[in-house]
């Protein structure tokens, strides 16, 4: 009997000892199977479009293909939940994004993830910038003068956003803070109706990101004031930041990055950053995210830890400001 229970010991001793090296050697041969890249927004939506172009080319370079799962819902956080509760192997990833972990933390009472703890951040993949527009009609052509049109009309201009606690919304108010004027938040239900309704005079100005409503500003329906970075740009290089028209200090723009769940192997983050920095470096890469409006924007996997709690920060603050808390 007690020879039996040493030869039980001695072999559940063994498999712990063994499991790990397994682990290690599945970790230094991945990838062996299909990626998940789980997609939080609906088909279509700009995260979706943006981590489709770059789930294509990361196949090619691991050898893998990586399949988009798209669990869209409660913005973006039941995806986002659900890559939190996945196996850390590596082989389930999420497109996040600064709606995702910047935002949705503060605006949520009750949330199913930790944006910070419960996540591998792995690389940002482009950074997207937000652009300060006004219809034609009103009569403004600079941010300062938008400022001091909006200070001879307090409460009488309004603000067009895509909803409540969006990335459109918490631009403005972080914009209207700074400059300390008085406008009036009117939530539409999505960025295309936000757009469309400065363009119909509904609203009379408008801080979303960028790929919405650049093409009305092409076609002259809308005039661009400046974008929400701290620099310029190349997606439309000739509007000038809003820090560099007179108000020092703006910086709003939103982000999408890669991640796993909390507690993947080092070796694994490794080689999908590595993967995904390539990735990047190709010119049909670059220009496919240029036309959605997003900047190529690789980083190493502290660099977008860093990030993520400097915007979580920052857009807290905006949060507060703003008032919204949704259940």
Same mark, same amino acid.
């Given at each position: &009997?007690?020879?039996?229970?040493?030869?039980?010991?001695?072999?559940?001793?063994?498999?712990?000892?063994?499991?790990?090296?397994?682990?290690?050697?599945?970790?230094?041969?991945?990838?062996?199977?299909?990626?998940?890249?789980?997609?939080?927004?609906?088909?279509? =939506?700009?995260?979706?479009?943006?981590?489709?172009?770059?789930?294509?080319?990361?196949?090619?370079?691991?050898?893998?293909?990586?399949?988009?799962?798209?669990?869209?819902?409660?913005? /973006?956080?039941?995806?986002?939940?659900?890559?939190?509760?996945? %196996?850390?192997? /590596?082989?389930?990833?999420? =497109?996040?994004?600064?709606?995702?972990?910047?935002?949705?933390? +503060?605006?949520?009472?009750?949330?199913?993830?930790?944006?910070?703890?419960?996540?591998?951040? %792995?690389?940002?993949?482009?950074?997207?910038? !937000?652009?300060?527009?006004?219809?034609?009609?009103?009569?403004?052509?600079?941010?300062?003068?938008?400022?001091?049109?909006?200070?001879?009309?307090?409460?009488?201009? !309004? &603000?067009?956003?895509? /909803?409540?606690?969006?990335?459109?919304? $918490?631009?403005?108010? &972080?914009?209207? =803070?700074?400059?300390?004027?008085?406008?009036? +938040?009117?939530?539409?239900?999505?960025?295309?109706?936000?757009?469309?309704?400065?363009?119909?005079?509904?609203?009379?100005?408008?801080?979303?990101?960028?790929?919405?409503? *650049?093409?009305?500003?092409?076609?002259? #329906?809308? #005039?661009? $004031?400046?974008?929400?970075?701290?620099?310029?740009?190349?997606?439309?290089?000739?509007?000038?930041?809003?820090?560099?028209? /007179?108000?020092?200090?703006?910086?709003?723009?939103?982000? !999408?990055?890669? &991640?796993?769940?909390?507690?993947?192997?080092?070796?694994?983050?490794?080689?999908?950053?590595?993967?995904?920095?390539?990735? *990047?470096?190709?010119?049909?890469?670059?220009?496919?995210?240029?036309?959605?409006?997003?900047?190529?924007?690789?980083?190493?996997?502290?660099?977008?830890?860093? +990030?993520?709690?400097?915007?979580?920060?920052?857009?807290?603050?905006?949060?507060?400001?703003?008032?919204?808390?949704?259940?």
């Amino acid at each position: &009997m007690i020879s039996r229970c040493i030869d039980a010991a001695c072999s559940l001793t063994l498999a712990a000892l063994t499991l790990p090296a397994i682990a290690q050697d599945a970790a230094r041969d991945f990838p062996v199977k299909a990626i998940r890249l789980i997609m939080p927004n609906a088909p279509g =939506s700009s995260n979706d479009i943006l981590g489709r172009l770059l789930a294509i080319k990361l196949g090619d370079l691991l050898g893998q293909q990586v399949v988009i799962d798209n669990r869209a819902g409660a913005g /973006g956080t039941i995806g986002i939940e659900t890559a939190a509760r996945a %196996v850390p192997d /590596g082989y389930t990833l999420v =497109s996040a994004s600064s709606g995702t972990h910047s935002i949705a933390p +503060h605006v949520y009472s009750k949330l199913g993830y930790d944006a910070i703890k419960d996540f591998t951040p %792995v690389s940002l993949f482009v950074i997207t910038q !937000n652009l300060l527009a006004v219809p034609p009609a009103v009569p403004v052509k600079s941010v300062r003068e938008l400022i001091d049109y909006a200070k001879l009309k307090p409460g009488q201009l !309004n &603000m067009a956003s895509a /909803g409540a606690g969006s990335t459109s919304h $918490l631009a403005g108010i &972080m914009f209207a =803070s700074l400059a300390a004027i008085n406008s009036v +938040h009117i939530p539409y239900k999505g960025g295309g109706p936000s757009i469309a309704a400065v363009v119909a005079g509904e609203a009379q100005w408008v801080f979303t990101p960028i790929a919405g409503p *650049l093409p009305q500003v092409k076609a002259g #329906r809308l #005039r661009a $004031l400046a974008v929400g970075g701290a620099q310029r740009s190349p997606v439309a290089p000739e509007i000038p930041t809003v820090a560099e028209s /007179g108000l020092p200090g703006y910086n709003s723009s939103g982000w !999408n990055g890669i &991640m796993g769940p909390a507690g993947m192997p080092q070796i694994v983050v490794d080689k999908l950053q590595a993967a995904i920095v390539k990735a *990047l470096a190709s010119g049909d890469l670059r220009e496919q995210f240029a036309a959605q409006g997003a900047e190529t924007f690789g980083s190493t996997p502290a660099q977008f830890a860093r +990030h993520i709690r400097d915007e979580y920060v920052r857009f807290g603050k905006a949060v507060k400001d703003a008032g919204v808390k949704l259940e």
